[in-house]
């Protein structure tokens, strides 16, 4: 009797018009299984923030100032607004599974790839996740370490080396990796709550250094005299490159809509949040470089050492209290899209591949966190080209996983599921064994394509425009296998 009572668990589906039922435990955990609309409290106001929190970031920045380097301006900003402007697209497609039947993503993937085979696509959003979130914790690391210089360059004296790192800049990255984990330890509504203060808080700040750079320069005019050419060639890779910064947020959404009061809701947050904040943050990250460029006269070559919004403010006023401001509000920033984007997922992840041993949103967090910092960003960050190369891979991996799902709920399903199956061995979503292969091959397909351009320097066009090539092999090779195969 023990044994049967271990072996199953009670699934309450009554508010989404599927009833009660019980199912086993090896697929369930009480953070994946559909949110009660009691806890449905997330408004359009809160999705816009999120977007605030996760775009107000040092490496949107930093991206925005280095495309502002190298094709000026208006081309940068074009760049950055086509770019957000079609992911709001597929955004809202993959965010409605989320608002209408209240799962995470890892739970999302089940219908398509089968309750075994959606392992694949969860470790692999997991890995980029916990990229990008390694990647963000050293830049967060990098600015503590710049604002503690500035008031004390002693402290650059502290040079013996931990792990690749001097001494001064592995501190920072602890501190910074410590301030993460304490906001997403306790669960996603405090990381709401926190959305709620870094993203009005890095928009004034930046705004106000925006418009001081405005002022130093008499007016916008010249700021956007500074401009640069470039071929159609170079100007889609800089797109498709801006698209893999933001392809984890295409799978990631569903954790977030799942809290949705409604889908007008999480539609309307979306559409203010990422297209509108996101492209105003790029317009001052762009202006302000431009300032620097057109006051300072710094060339290309030496964009990578100027974008750093920290040692912008000092280069502009030399007001070390404005630098900590400004320092301050980045950390803030920094630590708001740390999680909101990059270890939120993971630790669903986390979960649902070993949902009987990480029972708990707190241990996940911290399982997550540590694994990220085998990722050691400090060997490789500094090598821009590596940086461009991953982003690329990243978007054409992610991309074809968007593609099969977007196939799945919207063309196949009519966005209908059947709530207890994706806890259900032997059910609806088991297939064989509990693997869709026409899912595993569509996604090896669509991702190979954009991986021979990488491998074959003449067919580099597969690679350049890896994202949106691999969401459009995946969607149309996944329902072409499923008329030919039915089973």
Same mark, same amino acid.
């Given at each position: 009797?023990?044994?049967?009572?271990?072996?199953?668990?009670?699934?309450? #589906?009554?508010?989404?018009?599927?009833?009660?039922?019980?199912?086993?435990?090896?697929?369930?955990?009480?953070?994946?299984?559909?949110?009660?609309?009691?806890?449905?409290?997330?408004?359009?106001?809160?999705?816009?923030?999120?977007?605030?929190?996760?775009?107000?970031?040092?490496?949107?920045?930093?991206? @925005?100032?280095? &495309?502002?380097?190298?094709?000026?301006?208006?081309?940068?900003?074009?760049?950055?607004?086509?770019?957000?402007?079609?992911?709001?697209?597929?955004?809202?497609?993959?965010?409605?599974?989320?608002?209408?039947?209240?799962?995470?993503?890892?739970?999302?993937?089940?219908?398509?790839?089968?309750?075994?085979?959606?392992?694949?696509?969860?470790?692999?959003?997991?890995?980029?996740?916990?990229?990008?979130?390694?990647?963000?914790?050293?830049?967060?690391?990098?600015?503590?370490?710049?604002?503690?210089?500035?008031?004390?360059?002693?402290?650059?004296?502290?040079?013996?080396?931990?792990?690749?790192?001097?001494?001064?800049?592995?501190?920072?990255?602890?501190?910074?990796?410590?301030?993460?984990?304490?906001?997403?330890?306790?669960?996603?509504?405090?990381?709401?709550?926190?959305?709620?203060?870094?993203?009005?808080?890095?928009?004034?700040?930046?705004?106000?250094?925006?418009?001081?750079?405005?002022?130093?320069?008499?007016?916008?005019?010249? $700021?956007? *005299?500074?401009?640069?050419?470039?071929?159609?060639?170079?100007?889609?890779?800089?797109?498709? *490159?801006?698209?893999?910064?933001?392809?984890?947020?295409?799978?990631?959404?569903?954790?977030?809509?799942?809290?949705?009061?409604?889908?007008?809701?999480? #539609?309307?947050?979306?559409?203010?949040?990422?297209?509108?904040?996101?492209?105003?943050?790029?317009?001052?990250?762009?202006?302000?470089?431009?300032?620097?460029?057109? $006051?300072?006269?710094?060339?290309?070559?030496?964009?990578?050492?100027?974008?750093?919004?920290?040692?912008?403010?000092? #280069?502009?006023?030399?007001?070390?209290?404005?630098?900590?401001?400004?320092?301050?509000?980045?950390?803030?920033?920094?630590?708001?899209?740390?999680?909101?984007?990059?270890?939120?997922?993971?630790?669903?992840? &986390?979960?649902?591949?070993?949902?009987?041993?990480?029972?708990?949103?707190?241990?996940?967090?911290?399982?997550?966190?540590?694994?990220?910092?085998?990722?050691?960003?400090?060997?490789?960050?500094?090598?821009?080209?590596?940086?461009?190369?991953?982003?690329?891979?990243?978007?054409?991996? &992610?991309?074809?996983?968007?593609?099969?799902?977007?196939?799945?709920?919207?063309?196949?399903?009519?966005?209908?599921?059947?709530?207890?199956?994706?806890?259900?061995?032997?059910?609806?979503?088991?297939?064989?064994?509990?693997?869709?292969?026409? @899912?595993?091959?569509?996604?090896?397909?669509?991702?190979?394509?954009?991986?021979?351009?990488?491998?074959?320097?003449?067919?580099?066009?597969?690679?350049?425009?890896?994202?949106?090539?691999?969401?459009?092999?995946?969607?149309?090779?996944?329902?072409?296998?499923?008329?030919?195969?039915?089973?």
């Amino acid at each position: 009797m023990a044994q049967e009572e271990v072996s199953n668990v009670k699934l309450d #589906l009554s508010d989404y018009g599927q009833g009660q039922t019980t199912v086993s435990p090896k697929y369930y955990n009480e953070n994946l299984v559909p949110v009660p609309k009691a806890l449905k409290n997330w408004n359009w106001i809160n999705y816009s923030t999120i977007w605030a929190g996760m775009s107000h970031n040092v490496v949107a920045f930093e991206l @925005a100032g280095l &495309l502002t380097f190298e094709y000026g301006a208006p081309l940068a900003l074009f760049i950055v607004g086509f770019a957000y402007g079609t992911l709001l697209i597929a955004l809202y497609l993959n965010g409605h599974i989320g608002a209408k039947w209240g799962i995470p993503y890892p739970v999302a993937v089940r219908p398509m790839f089968g309750l075994r085979g959606a392992a694949l696509p969860v470790v692999m959003r997991a890995a980029v996740a916990l990229f990008w979130f390694a990647v963000q914790t050293y830049v967060g690391g990098t600015i503590i370490d710049a604002v503690i210089s500035i008031f004390y360059p002693a402290w650059k004296s502290l040079t013996a080396d931990i792990l690749g790192m001097p001494e001064h800049l592995a501190i920072s990255f602890f501190v910074f990796w410590l301030l993460n984990v304490i906001v997403l330890f306790r669960g996603m509504n405090e990381v709401k709550n926190f959305e709620l203060v870094a993203g009005p808080l890095i928009v004034a700040t930046l705004g106000g250094l925006f418009a001081y750079g405005i002022e130093k320069a008499h007016g916008l005019g010249p $700021l956007f *005299s500074v401009t640069g050419s470039a071929t159609p060639s170079e100007i889609g890779l800089s797109i498709a *490159s801006m698209a893999g910064v933001w392809a984890t947020l295409v799978l990631n959404i569903p954790d977030f809509t799942r809290f949705s009061k409604s889908q007008k809701d999480q #539609l309307i947050g979306q559409a203010i949040g990422l297209p509108i904040v996101v492209t105003l943050f790029s317009f001052i990250a762009v202006g302000i470089t431009s300032t620097m460029i057109y $006051l300072y006269h710094i060339p290309s070559s030496q964009a990578v050492n100027y974008v750093n919004p920290v040692n912008i403010m000092y #280069l502009f006023t030399g007001n070390s209290l404005l630098a900590l401001l400004t320092g301050v509000s980045l950390v803030v920033a920094t630590v708001s899209v740390n999680v909101a984007a990059n270890i939120v997922s993971p630790v669903y992840d &986390l979960i649902a591949l070993f949902p009987r041993k990480l029972k708990t949103w707190s241990i996940s967090a911290v399982v997550a966190a540590i694994v990220a910092l085998f990722y050691v960003p400090q060997l490789w960050y500094n090598n821009a080209s590596t940086i461009f190369d991953l982003l690329n891979v990243i978007g054409a991996g &992610l991309g074809a996983i968007a593609g099969i799902m977007i196939a799945d709920y919207w063309i196949m399903r009519k966005t209908n599921l059947s709530l207890v199956d994706l806890f259900m061995p032997r059910g609806q979503y088991w297939y064989n064994e509990g693997i869709n292969w026409k @899912a595993l091959l569509s996604l090896a397909v669509a991702f190979g394509i954009p991986i021979i351009g990488f491998i074959v320097p003449a067919l580099s066009a597969l690679y350049d425009y890896g994202w949106y090539l691999s969401v459009g092999v995946s969607l149309l090779l996944y329902l072409l296998l499923n008329k030919m195969v039915k089973r």
